[in-house]
């Protein structure tokens, strides 16, 4: 074997690699930041670089997701508009589902063109009511949220919450047992474990009743669940789907790391339950970082309907069956005074809009900003966001775990949190386990809050649902939280040095070039 010639055709190779690739990222309609990341490991890694791009470079979702994506922004943009469906928004029922009637030169066919025609919900007359409801800082705000989204601010909602997850476990199991239409659940982690088996118990009783209950999880993040619990669950009735399946064969030709991240709850079409927790015991996971901590709000309002609807949809993707039954979407009696607003994000929608959001919410701040995240990886537009804020005077706060479940995240995280602390942000870490409650209050006027985290997969590749609160009572609540976190937290400055051992400091810039593919 002549070393020689293997040699120049390895080398041969990796300059082809380097130079086939160069155009592929460089014209690719991301930000800088990534193409520049990416660029760099193709030119010292050619190899591994094409291979890692092959797999988790490219945004790819299928046709039929990205088609009725499309026309969903269609339908939710006339959300507006002075034009009604079939089935109209009455005021004595302002959150029944409206159906568009069918285009008939569009030329579809079959269960997808119905899907296409009868996905949104309608709550025009509760969208102004909203709007006009709120002061004029925080009607820009939602104005924005709308058009970046597509879901109105509704008002008349109750909610709750539960940041103790085994009560919350036991809040949701009574809802089940209480159920007497529908259940459907959708969640990351589903674990064959105490938690989950007393969930599957429960679904098990409801379809005993005749209750349909369709349960929904991610490929990836429920994995050992599909192989144990699932089949049982099947076998009495219910439903189980995976989401975001990964199939090796078309590993080249679609992202494994897309994952459905969305934790949904929603009972009769009447209550939902949206936040960070999943279907699983509190201790879950790598035993270093300790229990997590969640919050998951209890919804009764209209805004569950905007949560049924993006079910709905995420259930069509994986089962190709369209549920547009008025059943639903049942008349909520909203008894409560706080505005909701739905906020769905994901690769199918248009990019950086959940950060678009993020930075327009706090540079409406004025005194207090308090935000809290198991994983803190921003990207430049938020990060200055935070800066601004602080060099102006407003008293922000950031409150991360000790330590999370992923090292190279913390490494990173840490490069971003040491240089907010230089500009005056209070930044504090939860010692008692993984804190993973994802929420940001504003001036006590508005908050942020659901399943994504700060950071740059949230914003761009995983499939997440935050609520947008305006009303200051409830906000006031998650405030509440957020200081009890902070009173059994431990500030930086005096849990870190100035200026970290060079080793740990080299970690840390190396995670921060990788920060963009994190």
Known sequence: MDWGNWTIYWVLSEWAIRLVMLPVIVLRKERPSTCLAWLTLVFFAPWLGVILYLVLGETRLGRNRLRLRKSQWQSLESLNAPRVGSRLVSPENSSSLAVEPPDEDDGAQGEFAEAEVSQTVFHERLSRRGDELLPGPLRSLANLASQLTGFPPTPDHEISYLSDSLLTIDRLVAEIDSATDHVHLLYYIFRDDVVGRRVAEALSRARQRGVACRVLVDAVGSRHMLRTLAPAMRRVGIDVRAALPVRIYRIPFSRIDLRNHRKIAIVDGRVAYVGSQNIVEPRYGHRKAGPWYDVTARIVGPAVHHLQLLFLEDWFYESGEWLDEPRFFPPISGGGNTILQILPSGPDLPTERFQDLLVKAIFLAEREIILTSPYFVPDEPLSLALRLAALRGVNVQLVLPRRSDHPIVDAAGEFHWRRLREYGVQVYFFPDGLLHAKTLTIDNQVALF?????????????????????????????????????????????????????????????????????
């Open 450 to 518: 659901g399943s994504a985290n700060y950071d740059i997969r949230s914003f761009h590749l995983n499939f997440e649902v935050n609520l947008l609160i305006y009303t200051p009572q409830a906000v006031e609540e998650l405030r509440e939280l957020q200081k009890r976190y902070i009173d059994r937290s431990k500030q930086s400055a005096t849990e870190e040095p100035a200026s970290p051992h060079w080793t740990r400091n080299l970690a840390i810039h190396l995670a921060k070039l990788l920060s963009p593919l994190l």
